[in-house]
């Protein structure tokens, strides 16, 4: 690959970004804030990347809605600490609700956990003995395994799938159904036969046993690129960084620096970013791009007898190789007098598992249906999967009118497939190569791939860069 004649040189402090994603953009955040100048690179044409605002000129008054229905927890400490760096009270993006779950089925009857005002894990407990539809010992099974749970601080020597965990604590099929099948989906997206159970009580672990708020339910009032991405791209602006759109990287060169040449310092490398238009040159690097695309830049490189190993993550059983997990986000328009019973119901027995409201959004009458992990769905034309949500909707609005518009968005490789061990692939945000790093859910959070993992990739790997150039 020939690079562009245009080649930009950064100054030595200075720190390129390959990606525009929610990882990326925290981690450009937190450098831009401790004064370290970015060059952010997207391939899209607008930032966001699996959490962005859509515009569908053809639909229902040609509205933008999300590529995909998010919900925060209380427990996404690190995502509301950044949203507060950037100068955004919680109050005017998020409505924040105590934990109330209402869980509809065309077959059984409802399912309701509502958590009273106490103290966690008290609030829990109370919520599990006093949940509707459930009968007395179903409820108390729930509430020992919780307990056993806590006990063993959430850890589990050895990972087994969330299915075995929940078959090892003798949790009846209508609570595995209704309750924590229900949540794993929500929280890892995939299924509980091959979830891994040590994150998934990663999850339960920051959700329910610190603090009460924690457990709360925070949902969007915006469409994501308004709340996020846009005030992310002022603050860069302001801090003399820059953001550029539409600048698909096809290649990443390394060489040692002159300053490592002429001296017996600890090795300097200098990466040159090729975009189609332009080249990048900084002695910093982040991918914070999907593993298969980091995958590869890396194997682009053209100068590979720099490094000893050809692995280049940490730790060295690392792998960028990763299953991937289809969200299917089902929207569906009617008249703005259409509301759900609440602003987030749940289903079981049906296709669809998680049902929004966005009249938050100042979108009446719009509805998003959230199907997590592979299903029947994945086959089905788009025109018959509207119509089967429709007739599920009905379970909890008997007196649903006929839908006027949908819209389906299809992410096919929307997560990482969040397996049994996954622990052990998944790399640390620092490489073998001293200047490259990674951010991305996908890396060693501990956390499966949501915002929260996202954000907090990010902020990981710009204190790893902020720390270094201390050091210096």
Known sequence: MSIPASIQHLDNKSVIIVGGGWSGLACAVTLANRGIKV?????????GGRARRIQFKKFISGQSIDNGQHIMLGAYHSTLGLFKLLG????????????????YSPCHCSIRLKAPVLPAPFHLIFALLSTQGLTLNERISAIKMSLKLAVNHYSLKQDLSVSELLKKHQQPAIVIQTLWEPLCLATMNTPIHHASAQVFLNTLKDSFSRNRKDSDLLF??????????DPVLEFISQHEGQVNCAAKVIE????????HLQSSEKPVYDFVITTPDTSYQSHTV????PPHISERLLHSMNNLSIVAKKSFLKPENASLNFNYEPIYTVYMQYPPSVKLPCKMVGFFDTIGQWAIDRSLCQQDGLIAMVI?????????????????IHQELKVCIPDLPQWLDFRIITEKRATFS??????QQRPLNSTIIPGLFLAGDYTNTHYPATLEGAIRSGINTAQLIINRNISK
């Open 372 to 388: 997590s992990g592979p299903g029947k769905q994945t086959q089905m034309p788009h025109n018959q999967l509207a119509d089967l």
């Open 220 to 229: 969007f009032k915006n469409n994501l690129s308004a709340i996020f991405s």
């Open 88 to 103: 955004i009270d919680e109050a005017d993006i998020l409505e924040r609700q105590p934990l109330d779950l209402n869980l």
């Open 39 to 47: 060059q952010l690179l997207e391939s899209a044409r607008q930032l």
């Open 252 to 259: 990443l060169n390394i060489r040692s620096s002159e300053k």
């Open 418 to 423: 969040c397996t049994v061990n996954i622990e």
């Open 286 to 289: 982040v991918l914070a791009t």
